[in-house]
């Protein structure tokens, strides 16, 4: 149970705060002649290297000290939550501090779409403070938006789908100005940005920060994601959290993937993409029908085209086997088109049929 005077105490749900915790069989004991949890102890009908009766730790601790030590900033295990993905994280953020029917949370659009599906399920209102067609956001009209029911902001940095870092010294001020307002950084690229809010922590107790091995780390397959914040907050993530949320197989991959020499491979795959990055958005800004390639600080390039970009984005996979994705329903991305880099030879297809597909497209309009 959480109490005291601290940011969670605030802005949690009451029922939240008075909840019992489910104890788990791992909470008390994990070694020995284990006969506590009504496993099978004679193991998976499988022939499996890993030990799959047993149920994995409920809290991750070693997972939390080796992403405490790769993060720094004084991070410690207390501050860490990890979760299924960090989509996990979010959708229990709503279900701890938003009382359904009541309460509200701002979002910054074009940003990622999970907050607004996280909302509805949780029946949470949305309050929009767009971007500026620079993909900037605007601290005062944030600031002015805040009502006594809005419980928390998100912030995407770097965008999606504007792939663009928000200034430090910008989240700062938000979290400065609403120190009664949970702070949400939704930090999915920051592997190929320069800075991340987790330098707040120290300062800021009503900042979290969302994190994934999804995306640099290019581990999307085994959902694992982080939420760094301050302990009251942590503990209700622990407290309302499934059981055993981390599978015995997605834990020992993390753990891997933060060994040293795992590291040294992270950093220079996240070189590759960065200079593949630079060679594709160099080609498109050639290509007289591409109107605007936007500045990245993730691993995917945002560009507008004259026209047809839906029809375009189409042709592109039903056509040529390239998938990218439309974006032209989103605020201040009209005609616009998202593409991941991947592989030289991927984005050397990418922009082949992209110019097939945009001259075969406009040419029967």
């Known amino acids: ?99 359904p029917g009541k309460d509200k949370v701002i979002t910054t659009p074009p940003t990622y779409g999970m907050y607004k599906v996280c909302a509805k399920v949780n029946d949470v209102e949305i309050v929009n403070v767009p971007l500026t067609p620079d993909f900037d956001i605007v601290v ?81 397959a085994i959902r694992c994601g982080f939420c760094f914040g301050a302990p009251d907050v942590i503990q209700l993530l622990n407290n309302v959290k499934a059981p055993y949320n981390i599978n015995q197989l997605t834990s020992k991959a993390a753990l891997q993937a933060l060994e040293e020499d795992s590291l040294k491979k992270l950093q220079s795959n996240i070189r590759g993409v960065l200079a593949e990055r630079a060679v594709v958005a160099a080609a498109l800004e050639q290509l007289e029908f591409v109107v605007k390639v936007y500045p990245s600080d993730a691993n995917f390039l945002l560009f507008r085209v004259q026209q047809s970009a839906k029809a375009v984005y189409q042709y592109m996979a039903d056509h040529c086997g390239v998938v990218s994705r439309y974006r032209g329903t989103e605020l201040h991305c009209e005609e616009c088109i998202r593409v991941t880099i991947g592989t030289p030879d991927d984005n050397k297809a990418f922009l082949d049929a992209l110019q097939k597909a945009y001259q075969i497209v406009t040419q029967q309009q």
């Open 1 to 99: 149970m959480s109490n005291g005077s601290g940011i969670a105490a605030k802005l949690a749900r009451p029922n939240i705060l008075e909840l019992q915790p489910y104890r788990c069989a791992r909470d008390d004991y994990s070694e020995g002649i284990l006969l506590d949890a009504n496993e099978n102890a004679w193991g998976p009908p499988i022939d499996a290297q890993e030990i799959l009766e047993r149920y994995p730790d409920p809290y991750q601790i070693p997972l939390k000290e080796k992403m405490a030590a790769f993060r720094g900033e004084g991070v410690k295990p207390e501050n860490i939550f990890v979760g299924v993905g960090s989509d996990e994280a979010i959708d229990l953020l709503f279900r701890i501090f938003c009382v």
């Open 140 to 220: 005062p009209d944030i600031i002015a938006a805040i009502t006594p029911s809005v419980k928390m902001i998100f912030l995407c940095s770097p965008g999606n789908p504007t792939a663009k870092s928000l200034p430090l010294e910008d989240l700062e001020a938000v979290a400065q100005q609403a120190p009664n307002v949970l702070i949400i950084v939704d930090e999915a690229y920051v592997d190929f940005s320069q800075s991340s809010a987790i330098c707040l922590l120290r300062k800021h107790p009503n900042v979290c920060v969302l994190q994934t091995l999804s995306k640099a780390f290019g581990m999307a």
